[in-house]
């Protein structure tokens, strides 16, 4: 149990396109889901916290306008870079937490989407 | 505010050595302690946790243990597999604080060579 999903698994995309992320949590329901960006060799930064239905957080140095969150239901919550540019870069994780489940804090792990700009 | 420090790697061994990973953590209260793992390419997976000081989680081999008076919660697995080769990171989450957020450390490369 406790499985969250992640499409696409990579992506390599033209500079200024946008792409789009999907995190799914497939068998319990995500109250709350997480954004992290990891670059290469390095820990997981968190990028922002979403609550369905409403807006997302975003933590302090990251451009809102320019990774779109949008956590539209219990299952899904989707990561929009917008005008991506090559320094957007990365491998981007999502994890997702159920109130109800274990606790209510403990967070289950997408397998991350690498994302290229070229 | 809270923070996490491990070990920084890489940390190469040879198959059925004895593993370590130093991690201590800075938090106020009373946080919940985890280790998880990363394998090439892929996200994160639990490998254990402990809620309490003195408590031990343990999984596939690998213990660690919540020790309060030293603020650490050190990795050790006994012997181990080349299928172990991967990133370990500590971290930390304080229940009904900062809106429950995950504190990582910087994570602890391991390279078991047959």
């Known amino acids: 149990g406790a499985v969250v999903s992640q499409h696409p698994s990579w992506v390599i995309c033209k500079s200024g396109t946008s792409v789009k992320i999907e995190c799914r949590s497939l068998?319990?329901?995500?109250?709350?889901m997480f954004w992290y960006r990891q670059f290469p060799k390095q820990s997981l930064m968190l990028m922002a916290t979403?609550?369905?239905?409403?807006?997302?957080?975003?933590e302090q140095g990251v451009e809102k306008d320019k990774f779109l969150i949008n956590h539209a239901s219990l299952t899904l919550s989707t990561l929009t870079v917008t005008s991506a540019h090559p320094e957007d870069s990365s491998f981007y994780i999502c994890?997702?937490?159920?109130?109800?489940?274990?606790?209510?804090?403990?967070?289950?792990f997408g397998p991350g989407t690498r994302l290229t700009v070229t | 505010g809270n923070s996490v420090t491990q070990m920084e790697g890489p940390v190469t061994l040879s198959e059925e050595a004895f593993l370590t990973i130093n991690c201590t953590y800075t938090a106020t209260g009373y946080p919940s302690l985890f280790w998880y793992v990363q394998y090439p390419g892929e996200g994160l997976q639990l490998l254990l946790k402990a809620t309490k000081a003195d408590d031990k989680g343990s999984n596939k081999g690998f213990e660690a243990t919540y020790r309060k008076e030293t603020t650490s919660f050190h990795l050790e697995k006994g012997s181990v597999q080349v299928s172990d080769s991967a990133v370990y990171f500590c971290?930390?989450?304080?229940?009904?604080?900062?809106?429950?957020?995950?504190?990582f450390g910087g994570g602890t490369r391991v390279l078991v060579k047959p």
């Open positions: 068998d319990f329901q995500a109250t709350t």
């Open positions: 979403s609550n369905e239905g409403s807006k997302a957080t975003y």
């Open positions: 994890s997702a937490r159920d109130a109800l489940l274990a606790g209510g804090y403990e967070q289950y």
């Open positions: 971290a930390l989450i304080r229940i009904k604080a900062a809106g429950n957020k995950l504190t």
